[in-house]
């Protein structure tokens, strides 16, 4: 079992950068590839990001590669997403998910874990 708890949103303005984290239970968290969604208002979750058990291997939607990053410190038990030059269509909950396997995934049935997820609202 998996426990996740996610931080670091806010209200920011179109352009800013903010660093969610989500810190994770249990002594398993280095050998699973954890995720970050989103889910707008009226729509559905969403793939962000995604990281395997190391660090060496990422994925990204299109909608945000070259603006954020996923890193994970397996020492801490967290990963990280970076988001910087915020858009306004960025405004969404933030969900941080783990899966027991070591590679990553990019839908939501891929993920076993999920935390309660973060406000992030960027006003344009």
């Known amino acids: 079992q998996v426990q996740l708890v996610e931080s670091g949103g806010g209200l920011v303005q179109a352009g800013d950068s903010l660093r969610l984290s989500c810190a994770a239970s249990?002594?398993?968290?280095?050998?699973?590839?954890m995720g970050w969604f989103r889910q707008a208002p009226g729509k559905e979750r969403e793939f962000v990001a995604a990281?395997?058990?190391?660090?060496?291997?990422?994925d990204y939607a299109d909608s945000v590669k070259g603006r954020f990053t996923i890193s994970r410190d397996n020492a801490k038990n967290t990963v990280y997403l970076q988001m910087n030059m915020l858009k306004a269509e960025d405004t969404a909950v933030y969900y941080c998910?783990?899966?027991?396997?070591?590679?990553?995934?990019?839908?939501?049935?891929?993920?076993?874990?999920w935390g309660q997820g973060t406000q992030v609202t960027v006003s344009s």
């Open positions: 249990g002594r398993t968290f280095n050998s699973y590839a």
């Open positions: 990281i395997n058990w190391s660090g060496a291997s990422t």
């Open positions: 998910a783990a899966r027991p396997v070591s590679y990553t995934g990019t839908r939501y049935v891929d993920y076993a874990y």
